[in-house]
């Protein structure tokens, strides 16, 4: 070629336009033809050639398995011509079950671990299509769907596979394009199903509609999905974020010692990974409560285990897993898919409503098909029973025919038969003639016009078409259905992990400075009546326990305080102390304005709108109000009643419907009325006047009075009584009472007020801090105006504070059953309407305490 020529041969091209261009069109082979899927069938290229190539080589479930290596070369040598390593592990991931809901490959050998570990050669596994792939390519063969030339134009492939299950969502799809990025997360297969079926039926079904049956991402490792606000405008909008977690519960060594056991992790986190870097935050003394790290993973599932040290709290270690490592992800939510070739975003209802399209179109190109066939084969038939019902001459025709062709001419004249008749007749074997066979080619007629009269009928409606895909997913649902695994949880606090708390009851202590803890109900131990007791409480001077009481860990707490106001607590977020410690600051946990304090504790753990709490002030106002007004937190507290400025709120009980309201006065009077005079308030009201207290007297406790029961008082210098609650005469709301104690100087005031039943306890506090335990059937029951007897002895310059009431050690009594003598637990008396919870916390709490001579 001349320099001429080739001068003529170069064309001036501006270079930003060759750019613009080139690089639009290399954007267009990646987002259509390798990273983005299809929203029919919810495959990429490669993954769609992968199945086809495998169907085509027949490697079906019912097949041997074969080297996956031949896979790979059939594929890359047949459609797909990039490298084999890209091919090879996109076929890993599609047999792993932690990586896919649904396997598409079944593959036999190392197909790598949720550890990380990479699948081993493709010359070493094998592989074959895995059960759930068959429906993808099920009626491929019945002309479903386009194909189209492969690479060299020697073969054809399909554009996109039937997909009788919608793939897309069951195995979601992730991939990086130009400028653009897809993440579509797994979901349980029957969900999906359930979710496309609502559609059909109610074309006009919202997002939350379709979430009743689908409610949200379901991963093959399990896991719990924290909050639904992602997952909603994920499916609303097709853009969403959503944080996961592993799960985790916390169990008792044979040591005492805690430790927290992992057996879920989050979807597409690498375990190994995850170990170290737990070990590695162990090392930088970011987790020192942590002693030990294992992985005890096996067949059977996934074990981690994390040894604690003897002060840790499994719930603030877990958080703290959270929030350092990958136990806790956050995973963005990106529904993009190819809609007739162009990327779009898409909802959740969209999704459904382009796959619903889809199967509607391979129905009926299905039906099509099998119409066109059945059609074929009755035309066929049809020739059959005319050559049979004139045999004789057809045997003539054929016998005195030169060759096939005269023979075929004459036929289709005589009988007027089409050419595909005539062939079918010419070739048709002896047996056929005889009577058998032509019952059995007549009753294949009738059959044959019967599906075509259905097909017709498919045809012409669209309400049949759609019926037929609910009824074939219905059968996918029945076949491959499984329970979902992960769990939609709320929205994620910190520290509030109460399934990882260790149920058990504690004693809670509460000074009048406003130091709080809890500690197990075995540090006290029982006296008899008089006893010097144990030191439960290291004071500051002129400190002292104000409150006790036995509650459980997983119960709420709800502090009252003299101001009117409440704060809610679960009782395992109370501070765990010695039984020496004072305990901490309750400002640090509950935010306390100057000069206010604790007043009551209420434990539950439901807010029923039938239970009902009772409050009292010192001034005398009573309020009766449902406890579920208070089933609610904030973080300053929220109003409980209103007070006027010199009151402030003394008490507060449960109370139901028929009991008997016990109110006592520092200067020992008593009253006792009917809960019924005080009519349900709202929360944040002043109440009515339960006693009328005069000058500097003030209300200083309020029980209930259960029938049988008696009231326990006693005086700030340890002098005490029960007196039987039937003593005291039933009055109005409002009045002054009657005496109760006689109150003199040598014996004080009165310091606290119980109501207790026969087989009850009682434990008296200081305020020097000293505990003890007497049996209420060891104080001297007396009359409703007398001065009491020494119940415990107090220093000089210590007083009585607080009491409190525990039920006493269960004893056996011997019983005759069956005419033999046996020993039975002999329960103490319980208080009615005393909760469950309350019950048990007493009896547990009683055995776990020593006698003490």
Do not use: C
């Not at 990380?116 to 429906?135: F, H, I, N």
Request: net charge negative; no cysteine; aromatic share 6%.
């Amino acid at each position: 070629m001349s320099d001429e020529q080739s001068a003529a041969s170069v064309l001036p091209v501006d270079i930003e336009d060759e750019l613009r261009r080139s690089f639009l069109e290399y954007s267009m082979s990646v987002i259509v033809a390798r990273a983005l899927p299809d929203v029919r069938d919810g495959l990429k290229p490669v993954h769609r050639r992968i199945l086809y190539a495998m169907h085509e080589s027949g490697l079906t479930p019912n097949r041997p398995y074969k080297k996956s290596a031949w896979t790979v070369g059939e594929v890359i040598g047949k459609y797909h011509p990039h490298g084999d390593t890209a091919v090879y592990d996109t076929m890993v991931r599609m047999a792993q079950d932690f990586s896919m809901r649904a396997p598409l490959v079944d593959g036999h050998g190392n197909f790598g671990s949720v550890d990380g570990d990479s699948a081993a050669a493709m010359r070493y596994t094998e592989s074959r299509l895995a059960r759930p792939a068959m429906e993808l390519l099920r009626d491929l063969e019945k002309e479903t769907v386009d194909f189209g030339p492969n690479y060299d134009e020697s073969l054809t492939e399909p554009l996109v596979l039937p997909s009788r299950f919608p793939h897309l969502l069951v195995n979601g799809s992730a991939g990086i394009a130009v400028g653009m990025a897809t993440n579509i997360l797994p979901h349980n297969l029957a969900e999906v199903i359930n979710a496309t079926i609502a559609l059909i039926d109610d074309p006009e079904i919202t997002t939350e509609g379709l979430m009743a049956h689908m409610p949200g991402p379901d991963f093959p490792t399990g896991g719990a999905i924290m909050g639904r606000e992602g997952i909603v405008s994920a499916y609303e909008t097709g853009r969403g974020s959503i944080k996961v977690r592993g799960k985790a519960y916390a169990e008792q060594t044979t040591t005492g010692r805690m430790r927290i056991i992992i057996t879920e992790i989050p979807y597409a986190v690498n375990k190994s990974k995850l170990v170290t870097k737990i070990a590695e935050l162990v090392r930088e003394k970011k987790l020192p409560e942590i002693s030990d790290l294992r992985d005890e993973s096996d067949r059977k599932g996934m074990r981690i285990v994390v040894e604690l040290k003897q002060v840790a709290i499994p719930q603030v270690v877990l958080n703290k897993l959270y929030k350092h490592t990958p136990l806790e992800t956050g995973m963005g939510i990106i529904q993009l898919a190819l809609v007739d070739g162009v990327p779009r975003e898409l909802s959740l209802k969209q999704m459904l409503y382009h796959y619903v399209e889809h199967q509607k179109d391979v129905i009926v190109r299905r039906t099509r098909y099998d119409l066109r066939k059945a059609e074929e084969r009755a035309h066929i038939l049809d020739g059959y029973v005319i050559a049979l019902d004139n045999i004789d001459e057809v045997i003539k025709i054929i016998r005195g025919s030169q060759d096939d062709e005269e023979a075929k001419t004459k036929l289709m004249e005589r009988f007027a038969l089409s050419e595909a008749q005539t062939d079918a007749i010419l070739e048709m074997r002896l047996r056929r003639l005889t009577g058998l066979e032509r019952s059995k080619i007549e009753e294949e007629l009738a059959d044959l016009r019967e599906k075509i009269a259905w097909y017709t009928k498919v045809l012409g409606d669209t309400s049949l078409v759609l019926q037929i895909v609910k009824d074939e997913l219905a059968e996918i649902r029945e076949k491959y259905g499984n329970p979902r695994r992960t769990e939609i949880m709320g929205v994620a606090r910190d520290l509030d992990v109460e399934d990882l708390i260790a149920e058990e009851d504690v004693v809670v202590t509460i000074t009048r400075a406003g130091y709080v803890k809890r500690l197990p109900v075995a540090t006290y131990r029982q006296q008899k009546r008089g006893g010097k007791g144990i030191s439960g409480v290291s004071l500051k001077e002129s400190d002292f326990v104000e409150h006790l009481f036995i509650s459980s860990t997983h119960d709420y707490v709800l502090f009252f305080s003299s101001k009117g106001r409440v704060y809610r607590l679960k009782v395992h977020e109370l501070p765990l102390g010695s039984r020496h410690a004072r305990g901490t600051a309750v400002v640090n946990l509950l935010p306390f304005e100057q000069e206010e304090k604790i007043a009551a504790v209420i434990t539950t753990r439901e807010f029923s709108p039938k239970e009902y709490l009772l409050f009292a002030t010192a001034q005398g106002m009573v309020k009766k109000t449902a406890i579920q007004a208070y089933d609610r937190s904030r973080r300053d507290g929220i109003i409980a009643i209103n007070l006027r400025d010199d009151d402030e709120l003394i008490a507060v009980r449960r109370v139901k419907e028929g009991e008997r309201v016990m109110m006592v006065s520092a200067e020992g009077k008593a009253i006792k009325w009917d809960e019924a005079d005080a009519r349900p308030m709202g929360r944040d009201t002043m109440g009515v006047r339960g006693m009328n207290v005069r000058g500097d007297d003030r209300v200083l406790g309020m029980e209930i009075a259960f029938k049988g029961s008696e009231l326990f008082v006693v005086t700030e210098r340890g002098y005490g009584k029960r007196t039987p609650v039937e003593q005291y005469p039933t009055q109005n709301r409002g009045g002054m009472g009657v005496k109760t104690i006689q109150v003199t100087e040598k014996k004080g005031r009165l310091a606290g007020m119980k109501i207790v039943m026969p087989g009850h306890e009682l434990m008296l506090i200081s305020e020097d801090g000293v505990v003890i335990r007497v049996k209420a059937e060891d104080i001297s029951q007396l009359g409703r105006s007398t001065q009491g007897v020494k119940v415990m002895n107090v220093a000089e310059s210590d007083r009585v504070s607080a009491i409190a009431r525990v039920s006493a050690k269960k004893k056996k009594k011997p019983v005759t059953v069956d005419g033999q003598q046996a020993l039975m637990e002999r329960e103490p008396d319980r208080v009615p309407g005393m909760t469950d919870r309350e019950a048990e916390a007493e009896d547990l709490a009683s055995e776990d305490f020593e006698d003490e001579e």
